[in-house]
């Protein structure tokens, strides 16, 4: 899955590590969403969703097969 995380962490001026904590995730878990490794699940892309004050299809976006 596509996603705007690791855009959106900058402009927050937060790391890997920050977000982590934020959102009681490992920083591993942070990395492997920005890299589209691992795809959130729903409570925590709420949770990435209401952290940065945005809907949830503004973070991320399937990606078309």
Do not use: C, H, W
């Not at 990395?31 to 709420?46: M, Q, R, T």
């Amino acid at each position: 899955m596509k996603n705007r995380l690791k855009v959106l962490r900058a402009e927050y001026d937060m790391t890997q590590a920050d977000l982590a904590n934020r959102l009681d995730v490992s920083r591993q878990t942070v990395n492997a969403i920005e890299k589209g490794k691992f795809d959130p699940s729903l409570p925590l892309a709420f949770k990435i969703s209401n952290l940065f004050k945005l809907p949830i299809e503004k973070i991320f976006e399937e990606e078309m097969l």
